[in-house]
């Protein structure tokens, strides 16, 4: 893109709109007006800080600043920054901006490309035979995640399927060889330009390694490779009274749900990923394999080397096998679901059920536009207000006994239409409103992409945080709907936009923008579960300061020499050391 039809862009984008809000409330700005969104974002920063506290509003300011980039004399002023805001390093953009680090507002992501050595190709079919294609189709598919705005300028030149760990090994050591980047597949069901390939190279499709390698009964755990689904491993595991407890979406890997520290609605109750892996092998950059564990539930020895893998994004290695905790399956669960007039009275009510010591087992928040989406995708009535879904689990009594209190505690918050469910059919039917949150918004707007926002604070701020960043949803061109797993403060939007619009597409931005800063005030994260990815990257020195990212970048270059893991991803690119 050229420089002055990028910089005419980020001027018309919703963060300068921001960031004028916050000059005109600081009586900097140079304009006579500041537009709409930048009201609505002075409305939100006024309300939500207190307004006439100048500190308060310092802080929240302080936060947004980061958006603003410096494009030309006499445009955006910048605070300077006390740390080194880039690297020296080839791919920077006009301005000294690099897509995808610190200011950047861009979604496409850029990279270098070069040929792919033919005596590597070569090495990869002697390895996986006919397990490799490449076939223009498949490397696009395997080029652009589902379901994620998120685009990169190349795509994956070979993909790999390889069968075994031992192929692996060699994928591995060969590309590392030739300095050939990688990228590790699984389900690409994440959303944060994870399994994007910015610089070409081969991708590692790890979905033919689906074996469950061993099940211990008695231990509650069990040894699987990591192309297989959670919901192939529920099924597997059923019969034997067990199940793998946490429920991200449809499709997701075992592999990938490692690599991106993956929850879902049950995480109230049973954790995320990083409480329920037990150990984990993993293919380095040189091809060694590491094991990162013994098979006991609890150990001291040494780095605790499983969670540094988990959440890396395939950074620093390839998972090949993990062993899982268990859980037993429930005797018996009920299911709930009631309404609200506001979405901060449902919140305040997910948060008073979690300070009453009920040990409920998911706890979701749905708003009234998410209702409507629901009605019109599925032909229901069910009343278009924001509305929470319980379930409790474990012996009779004891699930109607949590549903009583859970009930006292609605009715005295402007609670009402209080209906539960325990025949398994009904239940089922219940859980299908919120599973299928998704497509019902994309029923809504067919022709329509999804910003999926993710963030997640203290569970005392996620009433403040949903409630103010409805305002800003609904006063927005865009259909914006919103659900949370309120019982643990994780807050999702799904924003649609149409993605041949700009406008639109800054639009959204903007409100992804505004609603990751107002979680930071919070003491959050711009994260709860999707990720980092390249999407999630700009916010990483605001949440987590640079000394934490020069550590993260240090390992990466120690275990990954050649930058061939999955490079352009997790860290971003200004950090230096």
Known sequence: MAFGSWISRLR???????????????GSSRGGHSSAPAQRALA??????????????????????????????????????????????PGLHAGGVKLGGKGSTAYLVKGSHKEVPQELIDELVAICGENLTMDYEERFLHGKPQHSFHKAVN?????????????????????????????????????????????????????????????????????????????ELNEYL???????????????????????????????????????????????????????????????????????????????????????????IPQHSVVAMCNFPSVKDAADVAIATMHSGIQVSRVELLDEVLMKAVNLAN????????????????????SLE???????????????????????????ELWKIRKEALWACYAMEPTYEAMITDVCV???????????????????????????????GNFHTLIMFDPSKDDQREEAEGLNHLMVHMALSMQGTCTGEHGVGTGKMKYLEEELGMEALRTMKKIKQAVDPNNIMNPGKLIPPHVCF
Not at 14 to 24: M, P
Not at 65 to 83: I, M, T, Y
Not at 299 to 327: F, N, P
Not at 459 to 488: N, P
Request: one cysteine or more; glycine letters at 10%; a neutral charge.
């Open 44 to 89: 939100a920063t006024a309300a939500g800080l207190g307004g006439s506290d100048d500190r308060r509003f310092w802080l929240w300011s302080s936060a947004l600043v980061p958006l603003a980039v410096a494009a030309s004399a006499g445009s955006l002023a910048l605070r300077s920054s006390p740390e080194p805001s880039l690297c020296e390093a």
């Open 402 to 428: 949590q549903t009583n209190v859970v009930q006292k505690i609605v009715s005295e918050h402007n609670g009402s239409d209080f209906v539960f469910a325990k025949d398994p059919e009904a239940k089922k």
């Open 155 to 231: 795509i994956p030149d070979v993909i790999v399927f390889p069968r075994s760990e031992e192929e692996v090994s060699k994928i591995v050591k060969s590309c590392n060889e030739y300095k050939v980047p990688i990228m590790p597949y699984g389900g690409a069901t994440s959303i944060e330009g994870h399994t994007l390939s910015p610089n070409g190279g081969v991708c590692i499709d790890m979905t033919l390694m689906k074996t469950v390698k061993a099940l211990h009964v008695e231990d509650m755990d069990v040894v699987v490779e990591p192309g297989i689904g959670w919901m």
């Open 458 to 488: 203290p569970l005392s701020h996620l009433a403040a945080l949903i409630a103010r960043s409805k305002q800003e949803l609904d006063a927005s061109q865009l259909t914006c709907t919103v659900v949370a797993h309120a019982g643990d």
């Open 379 to 398: 032909g229901k009535n069910l009343p278009e207000l924001p509305t929470l879904m319980f379930e409790f689990i474990g012996t009779e009594a004891y």
């Open 12 to 26: 018309a984008s919703s963060s300068r709109a921001i960031i004028d809000g916050l000059r005109a409330r600081s």
């Open 238 to 328: 059923e019969p034997y009274g067990l199940f793998f407890p946490l429920d991200p979406g449809p499709g997701a890997t075992i592999g990938g749900m490692c690599a991106t520290r993956c929850s879902g609605s049950l995480a109230v109750r049973y954790g995320t990923m990083r409480d329920n892996v037990i150990s984990l092998k993993v293919v380095l950059a040189n091809g060694d394999v590491v094991k990162t564990a013994s098979r006991a539930r609890k150990s001291a020895a040494g780095y605790d080397l499983t969670r540094l893998i988990i959440g890396s994004e395939g950074t620093l290695g390839v998972i090949t096998e993990v062993t899982l905790r268990l859980q037993k």
